[in-house]
């Protein structure tokens, strides 16, 4: 089943450009200049139900606008988007039950209100069962460790527990689609792996359908299965994540550590140094000269301490940005 249809989806935003002064501040009230940012572009996506999707991309690059669209928040200029059936910026009370949005940017739970106070108010608001609710309100709460600042104001908590209370308040009515944007903003790494971990099970458990942006590479990886690359609003790649690490994954990096006699070994012109400090070398080179480069290390050294790595997702995914601004500017 589809849940998300997106056909030739296009976004500008008009602002109105405002020049500082006096005399400027005069003359914009008879002539205002406008300025129009394609914030998405052209955009074909289908997401099926139960997938999980992470939307990557560079700051500006669409991600947090192609999230708005598909939840409605915002409306799109041209193309059409349907998601569960829906037209999401129609706002149809019964998609808005089936559908939720957290953003790490923004707040949703009332901030003076306790946290309880709050999820009771989304119990009456989204027309959950008592039992039901108070059975996912006792699981996540649990999960996130966040049983004992349920009577606290959300005004008094720290970020990551607030970020914690935003995501119980968006699970509590078992959404089918989960709208996350940045979600593991001021979490701490324990916190986010709980997060992740929890995503992950209600994906299976529920099936629910979750649409991910991060700057975090970790949380797209360890999320989803599928992921589309955002740049100037075009969307430059869709593709299974392991087929995309695997197509931009072209360096190994190799690690030798603490080896003073190793020094005066020359690299060929193939490796590049990445660090050469006291305590370790580190270098990359093309995959397939991997074997080469280990033989003759260890033919010169054989109790060397190395280590061999994959580069690391961040490079790779700004390796497949770069690529992109420069067929750009091509
Ligand atoms: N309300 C708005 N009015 C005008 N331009 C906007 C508005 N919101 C976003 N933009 C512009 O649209 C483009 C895409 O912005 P968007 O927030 O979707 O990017 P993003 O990929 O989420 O970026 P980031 O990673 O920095 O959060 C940017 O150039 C941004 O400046």
Do not use: W
């Amino acid at each position: 089943m589809i849940d998300i249809e997106i056909q030739n989806l296009s976004k500008v935003y008009e602002n109105v450009i405002k020049q500082s002064g006096f005399r400027n501040s005069i003359l914009y009230l008879f002539h205002s200049q406008k300025k129009l940012t394609e914030a998405i572009n052209s955009l074909d996506l289908q997401v099926m139900h139960g997938e999980c999707l992470g939307i990557v991309g560079a700051n500006g690059a669409g991600k947090t606008t192609l999230i708005k669209l598909m939840s409605g928040i915002i409306m799109p200029t041209s193309g059409s988007i349907k998601v569960l059936g829906y037209t999401p910026f129609e706002l149809d009370i019964e998609f808005k039950k089936k559908i939720a949005f957290v953003s790490g940017q923004r707040n949703q739970l009332f901030f003076d209100l306790t946290a309880l106070d709050s999820f009771n108010l989304l119990q009456e608001i989204y027309c959950v069962q008592k039992k039901a609710f108070k059975a996912s309100l006792s699981e996540l709460t649990h999960i996130l460790e966040v049983d004992d600042l349920l009577d606290r104001p959300i005004r008094n908590l720290s970020l990551g527990e607030r970020m914690k209370m935003e995501i119980i308040g968006a699970l509590l009515h078992d959404p089918q689609i989960l709208f996350l944007d940045e979600p593991t903003i001021g979490l701490d790494c324990i916190s986010q792996g709980k997060l992740r971990q929890y995503l992950k099970e209600i994906n299976k458990k529920r099936n629910t359908t979750i649409i991910l942006t991060s700057h975090d590479f970790s949380d797209i990886i360890d999320v989803c299965q599928r992921c589309i690359v955002l740049s100037h609003g075009y969307k430059i790649y869709d593709e299974n994540i392991e087929k995309l690490i695997k197509r931009f994954n072209t360096k190994k990096i190799i690690t030798i550590y603490n080896d003073r006699k190793m020094r005066s070994f020359v690299l060929p012109d193939f490796c590049k140094i990445i660090e050469n400090s006291d305590d370790k070398l580190v270098f990359a080179l093309p995959p397939d000269k991997v074997g080469y480069i280990y033989n003759q290390l260890f033919s010169q050294q054989p109790t060397l301490d190395i280590s061999i790595e994959d580069e690391d997702i961040a490079s790779i995914i700004s390796r497949v940005y770069k690529q992109e601004e420069i067929s750009l500017n091509e």
